[in-house]
């Protein structure tokens, strides 16, 4: 199944129409080599009730779902729903409305807003583990452009040249891995103290950064 992950809407909606595609898919997300693991004793090997859509574990005998442990554990809405939803709202580069999901998934107004919600929370919770290897750090500042406020806002906010007036936005990028973005108070040493330690495991050291004019330098991160 991991070359036949749906690549469009079209894909997506179709294969997880199929709650069996969903259960395999949930599958191995979760466990090695998609073999179930119980969460309650951590023994491998619970085998499937297809009429009752559940996990047994032959060693303590509980029950447990695909949905175990996930923001879809508690919801009556099947996965068949969740995962198109959570694939349309990571596939969109400006959002999607509750109003759009309501219409795309056959779901009342009210159900796809509590699935935006829970999905939203979801991709905002950050993994406890520290980036490693190779990673490259910059920052940015988001806001409006200048040009484009009124001559009085203008004024009153752009008191000065650059990134006056915008948020600043640090981020972290593994080689070939996972993207982290924080707001930092100013650029100065990165502007938070100790925000690079609980990113990186390799802070103590000098990282290779390239200065404005494309030449390789070497910078603190701290003094």
């Known amino acids: 199944m991991k070359d036949s992950k749906p690549a469009t809407l079209l894909e997506a909606v179709r294969y ?9 898919f949930m599958a191995e997300m979760f466990w090695p080599n998609a073999e179930p693991v119980c969460p309650f004793c951590k023994v491998q090997g619970a085998y499937y009730i297809r009429t009752r859509k559940v996990y047994k574990c032959k060693a303590c005998r ?5 949905k175990h442990g996930t923001i879809f554990e508690d919801s009556r809405i099947g996965l068949e729903k969740w995962l198109p939803a959570v694939w349309l709202l990571v596939n969109a580069k400006n959002g ?3 109003w759009e999901l309501h219409r795309a998934l056959g779901v009342t107004q009210k159900t796809a807003w509590f699935m935006l919600q829970r999905v939203r929370l ?18 940015t500042y988001i806001g409006g452009l200048a040009r484009n406020m009124h001559k ?3 004024e009153a906010k752009i008191k000065g040249t650059g990134g006056m007036g915008k ?3 640090m981020g972290l990028l593994e080689r070939h891995g996972e993207v982290r973005t924080m707001v930092v108070p100013n650029t100065k040493k990165w502007g938070a103290p100790g925000s690079m330690d609980t990113q990186y495991n390799g802070c103590s050291m000098k990282p290779e950064v390239h200065n404005e004019f494309g030449e390789k330098a070497t910078q603190e991160l701290y003094a």
């Open 152 to 154: 009085g806002k203008r």
């Open 96 to 98: 999607i409305s509750s």
């Open 122 to 139: 979801a991709m905002q919770v950050r993994s406890s583990d520290k980036l490693s290897g190779e990673v490259e750090a910059d920052e």
């Open 167 to 169: 948020t600043i936005v």
């Open 16 to 24: 997880f129409s199929d709650p069996e595609h969903c259960r395999q």
């Open 62 to 66: 509980k029950t447990f779902s695909a």
